[in-house]
C-alpha cells in the first residue's frame, strides 16, 4: 500500500495561501488517482480536490473552484494542493488519500490510503 504524509499546515490569516505537500511511497502509483479531503470538527470529511497522478485530469469541489490548484511532481512522488485565497471556512483537518483507480472518485471510501492529515487554520 502506498505510504502517505501530508505536511504545509499551519495558520494563516484570511485572503492567505498555503501549500500542502503529500509525500507518497511504497509503490508505484502511475495508476493511481490522488486526493484531498479535508474534515472540520463535528463534520464529515469532504471531497476537495483530486488528480490522477499521471496527470492531465483534475477535478475539484465547487467551494474550493478557482482557489485551489492540485498538482504533483513525480521526480519528489509529491502531490500538492496550492490553496489560495483562503476562507475561515476552510479551516479543517486536510488528508492526502490515494485510490487506486484511472478515473477521479470524489467519496472517501473510494480512497483506501491516507495520510495522517495536517490542521489549516485560517483566522478571520
Known amino acids: 500500500q502506498v505510504q502517505l504524509v501530508e505536511s504545509g499546515g499551519g495558520l494563516v490569516q484570511a485572503g492567505g495561501s498555503l501549500r500542502l505537500s503529500c509525500a507518497a511511497s511504497?509503490?508505484?502509483?502511475?495508476?493511481?488517482?490522488m486526493g484531498w479531503f479535508r474534515q472540520a470538527p463535528g463534520k464529515e470529511r469532504e471531497f476537495v480536490a483530486a488528480?490522477?497522478?499521471?496527470?492531465?485530469?483534475?477535478y475539484y469541489a465547487d467551494s474550493v473552484k478557482g482557489r485551489f490548484t492540485i498538482s504533483r511532481d513525480n521526480a519528489k512522488n509529491t502531490v500538492y494542493l496550492q490553496m489560495n485565497s483562503l476562507k475561515p471556512e476552510d479551516t479543517a483537518v486536510y488528508y492526502c488519500?490515494?485510490?487506486?483507480?484511472?478515473?477521479?472518485?470524489?467519496?472517501?471510501?473510494?480512497?483506501?490510503?491516507w495520510g495522517q492529515g495536517t490542521q489549516v487554520t485560517v483566522s478571520s
Open positions: 488519500a490515494a485510490d487506486r483507480a484511472m478515473h477521479i472518485r470524489t467519496t472517501a471510501y473510494s480512497y483506501d490510503s
Open positions: 511504497g509503490r508505484t502509483f502511475s495508476t493511481y488517482v
Open positions: 488528480m490522477r497522478w499521471s496527470g492531465g485530469s483534475t
